[in-house]
């Protein structure tokens, strides 16, 4: 999904992106999207990038790691001779999430058409003939997640030994999900003298194996403290009644202001979205049981205003810039403090300001103590009901609510109709890996999901995922 791109600007005294050997083109295509000079991370990682020197880049979510490689792939693969062949990419881009995949797609494309080089995405949730098609015609530069990638490796569509550069983007992230096996694999299948890329928030254990086994002397640029949280953002945790969860989550979404709320699991998410669909906030869903096609329209509409509340697992704590995010919300407080400053990355991003909130019970209490304090981010702890002036001051506008008609009871359906609702909500929810293709899952429904109290409202605890990467 392709976000608007703000306009990035930093010191006139740093440099621009011809000092550093961008070429023209690329630079005017920059400079019509707004994009006037490099950002720290992308000011030290080009040169050595430019040089063909392997480089290991840390950078907090939303420092701009994504043109820092983008620019060094595409700047080297027009300065070289290699032709382009079938199913033998020249640059080889992976991601762990498709949603990251086809923002970093976005992103490129129209600096490599200044180029005439040619990109593509592959990752699962989409039918594979398309991809096959696209990797049959030839492909410079392909951006893919690992486990549909593999898949077309192992069945002969794509072969990596004309990969003349690699990039991995949000290593850690691939560590924490458990794809690094798949992710080996498939280096060791570049050539071993190609350049490598890797571009990561943390270099925690997982990541430093990679760091070790594939990259040569690798230059080393990190332009933040290890997961510094963003000066430009404020924290907030709203000690509230279970009782009171979803009132104040609907007080702070109805505001007009662009918002993405999180929960734990999927099936939290998907009932918290249809909650809030029936008290009138204009909401879709984003998470792992929806098909692609429906993450694409949903983010889409996040993305073009269409609904002003994304409500997302923890798959949208990565790689998802959409323009003026004004606040997040973590209605489930995340599992571990790492994921907390991602989450909370989707707002304060190039530069702007952001409001993050954290919904808290007497039983969270101790919890949520510890995840700040290991986030590093010093939050105001608010104890506090529906209506409280606060809400309007960490969400101002006026709020906008339009309810949605509510089902009949179940008592008044006919008896065979209800046997069949009944039916229907006992099944478990359908997985991406087994509706490739299919039809997508409605976005949000217009009924009322049955009231529930406390944290159920929203989600339990997570469950590890053990999915490959990104199909």
Do not use: W
């Not at 898949?151 to 999900?177: K, P, S």
């Not at 989707?346 to 409001?355: F, I, K, M, P, S």
């Amino acid at each position: 999904m392709a976000a608007r791109r703000p306009k990035q600007t930093t010191s006139p005294n740093s440099p621009t992106f011809a000092d550093l050997g961008v070429p023209d083109a690329l630079v005017r295509v920059l400079a019509a999207t707004g994009v006037d000079r490099p950002f720290p991370i992308q000011a030290a990682t080009l040169p050595d990038a430019l040089a063909g020197r392997d480089v290991l880049g840390r950078g907090r979510t939303g420092s701009g790691k994504t043109y820092a490689f983008v620019l060094a792939v595409l700047t080297r693969l027009a300065a070289g001779a290699a032709p382009r062949r079938a199913g033998r990419p020249r640059a080889l881009i992976l991601a762990p999430t498709r949603e990251l995949a086809a923002q970093i797609d976005a992103v490129m494309a129209p600096l490599a058409k200044a180029l005439s080089l040619r990109t593509m995405t592959v990752f699962g949730g989409v039918a594979a003939g398309p991809q096959i098609a696209g990797l049959r015609a030839g492909v410079d530069v392909l951006v893919a997640c690992p486990g549909r990638l593999a898949d077309h490796v192992e069945a002969g569509h794509a072969r990596l030994d004309a990969v003349e550069i690699t990039v991995l983007d949000e290593a850690d992230h691939m560590a924490d999900l458990g794809f690094l096996p798949t992710v080996r694999r498939l280096l060791e299948q570049t050539p071993r003298d190609g350049q490598r890329l890797l571009f990561s928030a943390t270099l925690d254990a997982g990541v430093d194996v990679l760091v070790r086994r594939f990259l040569a002397d690798p230059a080393v640029h990190s332009v933040d403290s290890k997961l510094s949280p963003v000066a430009a953002m404020t924290h907030h945790v709203l000690h509230v009644h279970a009782e009171d969860r979803f009132a104040v989550l609907v007080e702070l979404t109805a505001a007009p202001g662009r918002t993405v709320v999180f929960t734990r699991t999927k099936r939290g998410a998907k009932t918290l979205t249809r909650r809030l669909v029936a008290a009138g906030v204009s909401a879709v869903e984003l998470h792992g049981n929806l098909a692609q096609t429906a993450r694409t329209r949903n983010l889409r509409a996040f993305s073009d205003g269409d609904v002003r509340t994304l409500v997302a697992t923890d798959i949208a704590a990565r790689g998802i810039d959409v323009e003026d995010v004004a606040l997040v919300v973590h209605a489930d407080p995340p599992a571990e403090h790492k994921a907390y400053l991602h989450r909370s990355g989707r707002t304060a991003r190039a530069g702007a300001t952001g409001t993050v909130v954290t919904l808290m019970t007497d039983g969270q209490a101790p919890e949520v103590r510890e995840l700040t304090r290991k986030a590093g981010i010093a939050a105001t702890t608010t104890r506090l009901r529906p209506g409280d002036a606060l809400l309007r001051t960490l969400a101002p506008g006026e709020r906008t609510l339009v309810p949605q008609p509510a089902s009949p009871p179940a008592a008044a359906r006919p008896e065979a109709q209800r046997q069949n609702a009944q039916r229907r909500e006992a099944q478990p929810a359908q997985s991406d890996r087994g509706r490739r293709g299919g039809k997508s899952t409605p976005t949000v429904s217009t009924h009322s999901a049955p009231a529930r109290s406390g944290a159920a409202a929203f989600s339990a605890r997570a469950r590890p995922a053990a999915r490959r990467g990104g199909r």
